[in-house]
């Protein structure tokens, strides 16, 4: 007897993998913004700090609250389609043979194996052979609100607390340049962390994710210097 071996595929790992990537880099990016546009008003290190802890608390349940109302959309969308599928396998079969037939017709097949792979398949488990290859809703890829909001949560607080963390040891005179430098380091990092794994490129990767980081630093770090500046008139 033969055995099959099961393979592991990069795409089994894209629902924590974007909602990981995306809760570090928005961790790491709006922390360390909102330290340097603080700073660069010039307010008082304990102040800084405060603000850098506020903005990771909230940031975190921001991306919570955001990832599972998101996430629950596709659901609720997912799910309503299944149910139509459902329905339409109830009331019209043969129809819905033919259906999947033709998307197996699409797909290379001639029309004889086409229509015995539709038969097979719906023998064995109509709703989720239409789920799959009509819908592209499968085990690997479908929605799950509550891992994605857990995921988006912590992996935002692990990011955050690098900047924060950077800004209560750095000497104060020198605080943004410590967080600008440190945070590039840290976003370089995961960009390269996310390449990896996804098995893209590294040098896209990284440059990608360091690039929007600076634009953002150097965007909020200017607009506190300007708050600065006009308070100071």
């Known amino acids: 007897m033969t055995t099959v071996h099961r393979e592991t595929h990069r795409t089994h790992r894209i629902g924590w993998l974007r909602a990981a990537v995306l809760g570090a880099n928005d961790g790491i990016i709006s922390t360390a913004s909102l330290i340097l546009g603080v700073a ?9 700090l405060v603000a850098g802890g506020a903005g990771l608390m909230a940031g975190a349940m921001s991306m919570a609250a955001g990832e599972y109302v998101s996430v629950s959309s596709q659901a609720d969308t997912e799910r309503a ?11 019209n079969e ?39 290859d009509e819908l592209g809703i499968s085990e690997v890829l479908n ?3 509550v891992q994605a909001a857990m995921t988006s949560a912590a992996t935002f607080a692990a990011g955050a607390v690098l900047p924060l963390a950077t800004a209560l040891l750095a000497p104060p005179g020198a605080l943004a340049w410590w ?22 490129s590294l040098v896209v ?12 630093m150097g965007v909020t770090a200017g607009v506190g210097a300007l708050f600065h500046a006009g308070a100071g008139v």
């Open 40 to 48: 660069a008003a010039n307010a008082s290190h304990a102040s800084i």
């Open 81 to 91: 389609d299944i149910e139509r599928e459902r329905l339409e396998l109830a009331h």
């Open 94 to 132: 043969s129809h819905e043979r033919a259906e999947l037939a033709a998307i197996y017709v699409s797909r290379g097949l001639d029309r004889d194996l086409a229509g015995q792979v539709a038969d097979q398949l719906m023998a064995h488990d109509a709703l989720a052979a239409h789920a799959r």
């Open 143 to 145: 929605a799950r609100p």
């Open 179 to 200: 967080v600008a430098a440190a945070s590039l380091v840290f976003l370089a990092a995961l960009g390269a962390l996310a390449a990896r794994t996804g098995g893209a």
């Open 205 to 216: 990767g990284t440059a990608r994710v360091a690039f929007w980081g600076a634009l953002a």
